[in-house]
């Protein structure tokens, strides 16, 4: 594995030298570096220390772990692959990906998983092991958002969570009695089946981070699905 | 309440019996089922309700029977009170809904174009004639240097930014595919390699049939981020970041759910009948920072090999957000007037919402060029670019290039019906139903922008000639060439030019 030491460098050189090869690659002494990965294809990434915003944005097959916290937009406009991140993240993560899977062990600031979508056989999952700021899922048209409420006593979710949602489903490992939703959607408790659903993701969870499957099944989940896909189709008059 | 609800027609159909032969054409024509035959009676009938005057029935009445008119059937003459705004009243107390108009602002707000005239050689510094002597309308868009720089032997050091080439300073704007048809984006396409110029996807991504394009496309990444994958980005000549639209300033975009059928959701990636929401702000953009930070993560997953378009409506403070942009890591700024057209927008927004360009363009070529920083980026407005002579104009006061779409749509046969947000334009270009789609010809399509494009190059060398110019980049902000009629001084102050005969 090709390994760089990236703590002199700026992001212009370190895109530069990801760029130079196809090789697998571990980066140590990450300093907020942004815009790692971005659009890379088939290969493995490890990055020790914090990436900068944007890490994998339009991210294409390459499977990424970061061991350490990392910024904003992690994921943005993500296509395939895999973010792993053994800490926490900034807002908007997962902003309209489409495919490919993003596991994060503890939070996840604002607007995580906004916009994102799914076509065909292409269905995104973003996994958060705690709690997620608000805004969670804003728009959401497709894939899955799992938040866990690992290490935290709060509401699992801040303010606001599903506006504007119009596909995809958002699972909540809460019974969500303290959160409000938006009219348009409708949260209810999971059922078997929709828990079937994510257990592949779960134990992915717990491969990454450890844990265990059977505790993290055992405790009540609230399921979102929009009610409409053309939540807007309404207001309209032709003029 | 018997009657309220009912508008008398705003068009009739003129059918001159004596010369219908019942062939029934316009019956197949009309998408909108105005006409139909009676057997029984042997006549050919028109609801006239659901007429749009797009004059396609006109068009193709072999017998040229048919006339569509403005009907004189109307309320009490009000100069305050139009027929149009009393009807936008009946139609929202009966519907609750938002009203949605299509294609640029038909309001009569000044045209700034109208009213500023082009100079001519006379005498001294003799004028060009682009027959017999070479003009350069070629024009390259991107950063440029600031200063020459040799190296430590004295040789220049030629190494720029990316740039894109353009054959004359004007382009196809962003029409996406979901708005208007495959056959109308083939002929885009085909148009702009032909020409050695650029179309622009929109934000409805790239059909796997037009990366062979790639070279003459730019793509766009909006913030519903529809399509866009690095090989979008890979197959496009540049990336356009859309932060607004001339239209609909501080709106996005909305492609209703019944247009995203199997060939839409491919290449929007998309589930098939889902709305395609684009939202009016990008939720990751809040400052130039944060565009800054768009603008890098595209040019790190490209490899800094396309220069990146950011596209801003203009608004009242267009000339500090340019200011703004030029210093994000943008390559060009591209400005959409208020006049700009689109596929849906709320009616509201589109005739009250944003400047004209003219203002715009004078506004910001100026302040990037107080601040030392008008080399940072290359300017291309739209947004009601009319004929060649309007891209002179635009050339003069400060534009790089020019994006049309109106016009392009024009020479592909849209007859400004205005109606594109009901999917059913009869003419094949803002729908995507099969029957209609195919009455847009592709290969006679391309061969029409193709024409419109080479005529007002021709026009553009003749302009230029006339004023002793040869070269696009000596017309460039030289607004001397540029004199206003019936200006106030505030227009002409904004605008940089003297009153005509000043
Ligand atoms: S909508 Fe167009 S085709 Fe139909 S009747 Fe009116 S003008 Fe003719
Ligand atoms: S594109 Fe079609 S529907 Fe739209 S204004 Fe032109 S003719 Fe009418």
Redesign the pocket.
């Known amino acids: 594995m090709l390994a760089i030491d990236t703590s002199n460098m700026d992001f212009l050189e370190l895109g530069k030298r990801l760029r130079e090869t196809e090789e697998d690659t571990v980066l140590r002494g990450c300093l907020g570096q942004r815009f790692i990965a971005a659009g890379m294809k088939r290969r493995k990434l490890e990055i020790h220390g914090i990436p900068g915003n944007a890490l994998g944005a339009y991210l294409d097959g390459a499977d990424i772990e970061v061991f350490g916290n990392a910024q904003d937009a992690v994921g943005d406009t993500m296509n395939a692959g895999s973010i792993v991140i053994h800490g926490s993240i900034g807002d908007t993560a997962g902003y309209a990906m489409r495919g490919g899977e993003i596991y994060v062990e503890g939070d996840a600031g604002y607007r995580a998983g906004i916009h994102m979508k799914e076509y065909h056989e292409h269905l995104p999952v973003l996994v958060i092991g705690g709690k997620a700021g608000s805004f969670l899922g804003e728009y959401q048209a497709g894939g899955m958002i799992i938040v866990l409420g690992l290490h935290t006593d709060g509401p699992i979710v801040s303010n606001y969570p599903c506006t504007g949602m119009h596909g995809g489903k958002l699972f909540l490992r809460s019974d969500c009695k303290d959160i409000l939703f938006p009219d348009q959607v409708t949260a209810r408790p999971a059922s078997a089946e929709d828990l079937k659903e994510i257990e592949p993701y779960l134990r992915q969870y717990c491969v990454h981070f450890g844990g265990d499957y059977a505790s993290l099944i055992g405790s009540p989940f609230t399921v979102v699905t929009p009610d409409s896909r053309n939540p807007y189709r309404q207001m309209y008059v032709a003029n | 309440m018997p009657g309220i609800n009912y508008f008398y027609p705003e068009f009739e159909v003129v059918r001159n019996d004596a010369r219908c032969i019942r062939c029934q054409v316009c019956a197949r024509q009309c998408a909108n089922e105005v006409h139909s035959y009676d057997p029984e009676r042997d006549l050919m009938l028109s609801d006239e309700s659901k007429c ?1 005057n ?1 004059q396609r029935c006109v068009s193709l009445c072999p017998t040229r029977a048919l006339k569509i008119v403005k009907s004189d059937c109307r309320l009490r003459e009000n100069a305050n009170w139009e027929g149009d705004t009393i009807r936008e009243v009946y139609k929202q107390a009966l519907s609750g809904g938002v009203l949605l108009s ?2 640029g602002n038909p309001k009569n707000y000044p045209v700034y174009w109208d009213k500023i005239l082009i100079n001519a050689s006379q005498v001294t510094n003799p004028s060009i004639d682009p027959l017999r002597e070479p003009m350069e309308t070629r024009v390259f868009l991107g950063k440029k240097p600031e200063k020459l720089e040799r190296d430590e032997n004295g040789n220049l050091k030629c190494e720029l930014t990316p740039q894109l080439e353009l054959s004359m300073p004007v382009m196809f704007s962003a029409m996406s595919y979901g708005s ?1 048809s495959y056959n109308a984006h083939e002929s885009l396409a085909r148009a702009s390699k032909e020409l050695g110029i650029y179309y622009n996807t929109g934000e409805g991504g790239l059909h796997e049939d037009f990366y062979v394009y790639g070279p003459n496309t730019i793509v766009q990444v909006a913030s519903g981020r529809f399509g866009v994958h690095r090989d979008y980005m890979e197959a496009g000549a540049a990336v356009e970041i859309k932060m607004g639209q001339g239209a609909k300033p501080g709106i996005g975009g909305h492609l209703p759910g019944t247009k995203v059928g199997p060939d839409v959701s491919r290449t929007r990636m998309i589930p098939e009948g889902s709305d395609a929401i684009s939202p009016a702000p990008h939720h990751d953009i809040y400052s130039i920072e944060d565009l800054r930070q768009l603008v890098y993560s595209i040019k790190e997953a490209t490899g800094h090999k396309k220069p990146v378009i950011v596209k801003v409506a203009a608004v009242h403070n267009i000339a500090a957000i340019a200011s703004g942009i030029a210093r994000s890591g943008a390559d060009i700024i591209a400005i959409d007037g208020f006049r700009g057209g689109t596929g849906a927008a709320p009616t509201r927004i589109r005739d009250s919402v944003g400047i004209p360009i003219e203002l715009a363009l004078a506004a910001v070529d100026q302040r990037l060029r107080d601040e030392g920083i008008r080399g940072n980026v290359s300017l291309v407005v739209g947004g009601s670019i009319r004929s060649s002579a309007d891209v002179v104009k635009a050339i003069a006061l400060g534009a790089d290039a020019c994006y049309i779409a109106t016009a392009a ?1 024009l020479a592909l ?8 947000q ?1 999917g ?4 094949g ?3 995507q139903k099969p029957e209609l789609v195919k009455r847009l010809n592709p290969d006679l399509g391309y061969k029409r922008l193709v024409n419109l494009m080479t005529a007002w190059n021709h026009e553009i060398k003749e302009l230029m000639g006339g004023m002793g110019i040869n070269s696009i980049e000596a017309l460039r902000g030289n607004r001397l060439m540029l004199r206003g009629v019936g200006l106030t001084d505030a227009e002409l102050r904004i605008l940089g030019i003297s009153h005509a005969g000043e």
């Not at chain 2, 059913?424 to 003419?427: H, I, L, R, T």
């Open positions: 749009v797009c299509s294609m208007i749509l046969g849209c007859h400004l019906c205005r109606t594109c009901t059913n334009c009869n003419w270009i803002a729908t």
